[in-house]
């Protein structure tokens, strides 16, 4: 791809980029409606609920925290021994979790690879840096990737760096704002173009949808009116009720008192008493003030609320709080959408954990074996959900007996027991050692009653 074309696509990647920094405001709680909108008279509240920043905390913890996925191989030993290694190096769970946020902040994320040492290596890249350049196959096929930002330079001007990935080789180019770019001059020890060893572009996707949608932009317009109801009926209400003066029967003296500089309604303020008022004191003072739905008021602020978290298809937490302890079954009744939901991210997802897996073994081993001859490597999911040990243990005992050990081993969570075959060879090794226990107290007794 020649540098023209470069340009132009990045030249035409503006509203994607603005699409991306709104997104990012969103995600962190500073909703852009109410916080950039015109001021108005006083009070001004402006109030950003961070429900998008909930939304992608409360899913991220609940399906990819550090611990909750878990890789398998054929043969057993290949994840330990040759993907753990990598994945130690790369700091792979903390990683795979961003890669999870902000495919649901922004509907996809992309990661890198490269080698450093001679290992193999891993990062995210900002989504808005990547300009992804597929083909016309079906499925589409990745051929290529620009990456591109600025930097400053120390004149005060920005200088744009440009990188093109394909399936052999990245190539580096630069140039200022409205400039052609030219090729960049290598780093010692380099090429320009430089081979990158990967037999494909060194490039992951990471996403939670099929369109590649993230999870709160269709619901941002229900944020925003959620923000303005609690900024202005309740916040702006609060203030003015704060703010309120009192009514006087008679007009108060605007002249200063020449000792003390201050008027009748500053030494009001000061000493927030009122003199010569006469014998009726209630019918000569009052509060201006005046009668608020607040029961309307809090009952629409609830629905939009609710239905924030229905359109997001997920849990609110808020629900389960007010219901207090509820049983299992009622708990996942209540997680059934979020489930359903999670689901689907599950699947989009672990493709890009696939894509990880298969550019790691195309640089650790042979690149043009077909995939049916690379190990192949199974990714489970295992969801982060209260655990009520007593439960389980009443369960296990209950179906003991009645199904396979290992498949009774499984009421428990993963975490607790991640191999159920582990812990049976476990308990066959302590049942052994009991009954040799048992066997060898049982001898002397028999010998003793034989004399």
Known sequence: MDTKQIQKLIAGDSGRRAKIAEQ???????????????????????????IARKGIRLTSGYMVKPGSIVCSSDPDTYVAEVLQPIFDVNDEQLTTQELFETALTHGQAWEYHYTKDNEARFVEVPTEQCIPVWSDDLPPKLIGMIRHYCEMEDDGTEEMQVYFYDSATMTKWKGKAGADLVLAEPDEGQTNPMPHGYGEVPFAQYKVARDCSNLFDCIIPLIDIHDRIISEDFANEAQRFAASYLLLRNKLDSTKDPDTGETELDKLKRTRTFEDLGENVTQAVAFLTKDLPAEFIKTTADTFERLIYDMMQIINPNDIAATGTISGIALAYKLLQFEYFCASCEAYFSRGLQWRIRLIQNVTGNMSAKPQDR??????????LPFDMAIAVDQFVKVYGMLPDDVALKLFPADFIPDPKEVLDKMEEEKARKEKMNLDNAIPDEIEGSN
Not at 30 to 45: K, M, Q, S, T, W
Not at 375 to 384: E, G, L, S, Y
Request: net charge positive.
């Open 375 to 384: 190990p192949q490597v199974d990714i489970k999911f295992r969801r982060n």
């Open 24 to 50: 990012k405001k969103y995600a962190g709680g500073y909703n852009v409606a109410i916080l950039g909108r015109r001021a108005h008279e006083e009070p001004d509240a402006r109030v950003p609920i961070p």
